[in-house]
């Protein structure tokens, strides 16, 4: 049991490059999101997928997209890189939703630099 | 407007003593609370949580407090150990959206031995 993995787990990218950031979970959860982190700060959610077929902005949406590819995977892209997305970004998994509360494990993360 | 936050950005406490890190919430609609320990170059790891309609939890040498009055959350960790290094964050979810959990920006605690 993996949990929840991430790839890649560095990348370096130049301004204007796009690029997909990988997650999949094994503990057949119903929802995933995506967070950054940046440095001295706490985590700020990018984009959520409650359950299978839906996704929704969080706090920070601008310059991503996100693919919930099925109900293992959930990916985040990156059209064209800008300085200001330099970060590490943590996928999550929970499983529930809805106003109850949630348990979340989060995978190792991905350190992106955009030079 | 919402925010979570720390009292302190880092503490350091003698091995075997107990540690507590405290964290302040301004959303009186906040309805469930976690403690999460994330260690260098990994992701967060979920510890405690807590609901509103509580005002104590106690897990493995660790005891969430949640002070609705002054919206205050606490973690103690009892008998700390070299392995509880870390940074530590509080994070609240407002009863209307769990999707709107709010991080604080973290407590780092270092051990001396």
């Known amino acids: 049991n993996a949990g929840v993995t991430q790839t890649p787990k560095f990348q370096v990218l130049k301004t204007g490059q796009s690029m997909t950031l990988q997650c999949a979970q094994d503990?057949?959860?119903?929802?995933m999101y995506w967070y950054r982190q940046d440095p001295g700060m706490g985590l700020r959610l990018i984009y959520y997928s409650a359950s299978e077929g839906t996704t929704d902005k969080g706090e920070v949406p601008n310059g991503y997209n996100v693919s919930r590819l099925n109900k293992r995977e959930f990916s985040l892209r990156l059209e064209s890189a800008a300085p200001s997305q330099t970060s590490v970004y943590f996928c999550?998994?929970?499983?529930?939703?809805?106003?109850?509360?949630?348990?979340?494990?989060f995978g190792p993360g991905t350190r992106l630099t955009v030079t | 407007g919402e925010s979570v936050g720390l009292h302190l950005p880092t503490l350091s406490v003698q091995e075997g003593d107990n540690s507590i890190i405290n964290c302040a919430y301004s959303?009186?609609?906040?309805?469930?609370f976690i403690w999460y320990k994330q260690e260098s170059g990994k992701g967060p790891q979920f510890i405690i949580d807590?609901?509103?309609?509580?005002d104590k939890r106690q897990g493995q040498r660790v005891t969430v407090l949640l002070n609705k009055t002054v919206k205050h959350l606490s973690l103690q960790i009892a008998a700390t150990q070299p392995g509880d290094s870390a940074v530590y964050f509080c994070?609240?979810?407002?009863?209307?959206?769990?999707?709107?959990?709010?991080f604080g920006s973290g407590t780092r605690l270092s051990i001396r031995p």
């Open positions: 994070a609240e979810t407002p009863r209307s959206s769990a999707s709107k959990i709010i």
């Open positions: 807590i609901r509103s309609n509580m």
């Open positions: 999550a998994s929970s499983d529930r939703s809805g106003t109850e509360g949630y348990e979340q494990y």
């Open positions: 959303n009186s609609a906040s309805d469930y």
């Open positions: 503990m057949n959860h119903n929802s």
